[in-house]
């Protein structure tokens, strides 16, 4: 887990905030959610577990109070539960894509569609194998908040931000191409 992350806000600038989200595997389900790690109060699940632990009361509890969010694999077929992720924009206030490995895309249509499909206004994350180089296309994809992997530096990321002047593609962002 990184201790800071990558925030850019829809209408606001991009800027580095701790991370008080932990993002579990779902392994080692004994039925609830794991004991939570360097004093953090906040974590993602993975969306399989969700589908099978949302009515456990401790589950409940913890997302009326914020503390649940959930993550998608690139294998997910968001599509296929609309109804659940239309219950779930109640209570997740974060929902992550994550990438496996960054040569697969498929976490951008995730975020795409959480975005445009589902009206997600709440922050969409990118986790796992994130790269400086996938910045730009995430954030105008739908990503507002990208957790690097261990080995990026954030500070080279934020600049990635400043890079072009000129959009060449429409975005999530109400940004419109000017060329």
């Known amino acids: 887990m990184n201790k800071y992350i990558i925030y850019f806000p829809k209408d606001g600038k991009p800027t580095e905030v701790a991370n008080e989200w932990q993002v579990w595997d779902g392994e080692r389900d004994e039925g609830g959610i794991p004991d939570?790690?360097?004093?953090?109060?906040?974590v993602l699940v993975p969306f399989h577990w969700?589908?099978?632990?949302?009515?456990n009361a401790d589950v409940v509890s913890k997302a009326g109070k914020g503390e649940i969010g959930v993550w998608f694999a690139a294998e997910d077929d968001i599509l296929k539960h609309a109804d659940l992720i239309e219950e779930g924009k109640t209570h997740w206030?974060?929902?992550?894509?994550?990438?496996?490995?960054?040569?697969?895309?498929?976490?951008f249509s995730t975020a795409a569609?959480?975005?445009d499909?589902?009206?997600?206004?709440?922050e969409?994350?990118?986790?796992?194998?994130?790269l400086i180089d996938q910045l730009l296309q995430g954030a105008?994809?739908?990503f507002?908040?990208?957790?690097?992997r261990p080995d990026q530096n954030l500070e080279v990321g934020l600049k990635q931000f400043d890079l072009f002047s000129v959009v060449t593609q429409n975005s999530w962002r109400d940004q419109r191409a000017t060329i």
């Open 124 to 130: 969409v994350r990118a986790i796992g194998d994130v």
């Open 50 to 55: 969700w589908i099978t632990h949302h009515k």
């Open 144 to 148: 507002d908040a990208f957790e690097l």
């Open 93 to 107: 206030p974060v929902v992550a894509a994550h990438f496996p490995i960054f040569r697969d895309g498929r976490s």
């Open 140 to 142: 105008r994809v739908g």
């Open 36 to 42: 939570l790690e360097h004093g953090l109060n906040k």
């Open 113 to 115: 569609l959480l975005r």
């Open 117 to 122: 499909r589902f009206e997600w206004q709440g």
